[in-house]
């Protein structure tokens, strides 16, 4: 076995406690969105902060061993794929969102 092979093996705990912090986020907004009743006992929002820290965890661990962000050029290498990577899929959301709110706003009848 590689140490690569060992060192990401090491790593499956915390994927696993991120996947239950994903399953606990998707079930608060659940909850937020069909149930009205405020007292369902789900507190999501702590496992968003516990997902994100989970999340640095492996990326620092990669890029602290690989060296691959130690210069200019590997920075804006790792930033100019990070947005080439994340930006089409969130501008596809931004604009369903836009169109969802459009829709929704029509349907909505404001009393002065």
């Known amino acids: 076995m590689t140490a690569d092979g ?18 606990a986020i998707f079930l608060g907004h659940q909850t937020d969105i069909f149930i009205d009743n405020g007292n369902i006992g789900l507190e999501y929002l702590q496992a ?4 994100f820290l989970l999340s640095g965890i492996p990326l620092a661990r990669l890029y602290s061993t690989t060296k691959k962000v130690n210069t200019w050029a590997g920075s804006w290498s790792f930033w100019s ?13 931004l604009l369903l969102n836009l169109f969802c709110c459009i829709a929704t706003a029509e349907r909505v009848v404001l009393k002065p």
């Open 6 to 23: 060992d060192d990401m093996r090491s790593l499956y705990p915390f994927h696993g406690l991120r996947g239950v912090c994903s399953l």
């Open 48 to 51: 968003v902060s516990l997902f």
């Open 81 to 93: 794929k990070r947005a080439a990577r994340l930006g089409p899929m969130y501008y596809l959301a």
